[in-house]
Each structure stands twice: as structure tokens, then as C-alpha cells.
Nanobody, 122 residues
Framework: QVQLVESGGGLVQAGDSLRVSCLASGRTFVRLPMGWFRQAPGKEREFVSAINWSGVITDYPDSVKGRFTISRDSAKNTVYLQMNSLKPEDTAVYYC???????????????WGQGIQVTVSS
């Protein structure tokens, strides 16, 4: 079993940077692919980034590529999402997820955090 807790969200202005963190519990964390998703009001949950167990392989959609960076610190059981050049359209609840395989779909992930709000004002 893996439990995930996000932190670091908040209200920022367009162009600002923000880092959200995901603390995982469970001894299997070091072997799990991890992902970030987001969901804006009235929209489906969408893929934001993913990282493999070793941290060598990462994946991003075009909407955030070049602005967002995912990383992990296995010693701290933590995954990070560094978000730069934030835009109002990045406003959403951000979810951390742990999965059985590296993927862009919600079904690729078995465990989810409770989510954290990120709001970008214009």
C-alpha cells in the first residue's frame, strides 16, 4: 500500500514559479513510476508529467513541456513538480499518483493523493 500527500500549492501570479511536493509512504516507493495530473473545474483530469523509478525517464505533454520539471528523491520518498512561467490556464487541483507503469493515462496509476490547489492569477 502506498499513501501520497501533496504539499506546496497556493496562489501565484502569471509568470511566477511554484514547486509542489508529494510525500509517499510505503517501502515500494523506490520502484514505482510516479506521475502528476491536474483537474480544472468542469474538465477531465489531465496528465502533467511522469517519472520512472530511477528518475532517468520523464514525460510531459506539450502544454507544460519546457516549463515544468518532475524529479524524485528516493531517500526522502518525495516527488517534486517544479512549475515555471505559470499561466492562468495552469490553475487546477494537482494530484500526485503512483503506478505500475510509466504512462499518461489515469488508469496507469493505482494510488492517488488527495490533491492540492494551484491558482495562477493574471
Amino acid at each position: 500500500q502506498v499513501q501520497l500527500v501533496e504539499s506546496g500549492g497556493g496562489l501565484v501570479q502569471a509568470g511566477d514559479s511554484l514547486r509542489v511536493s508529494c510525500l509517499a509512504s510505503g517501502r515500494t516507493f523506490v520502484r514505482l513510476p510516479m506521475g502528476w495530473f491536474r483537474q480544472a473545474p468542469g474538465k477531465e483530469r489531465e496528465f502533467v508529467s511522469a517519472i520512472n523509478w530511477s528518475g532517468v525517464i520523464t514525460d510531459y505533454p506539450d502544454s507544460v513541456k519546457g516549463r515544468f520539471t518532475i524529479s524524485r528523491d528516493s531517500a526522502k520518498n518525495t516527488v517534486y513538480l517544479q512549475m515555471n512561467s505559470l499561466k492562468p490556464e495552469d490553475t487546477a487541483v494537482y494530484y500526485c499518483a503512483a503506478g505500475s507503469r510509466l504512462g499518461q493515462r489515469t488508469i496507469d496509476y493505482n494510488y492517488w493523493g488527495q490533491g492540492i490547489q494551484v491558482t495562477v492569477s493574471s
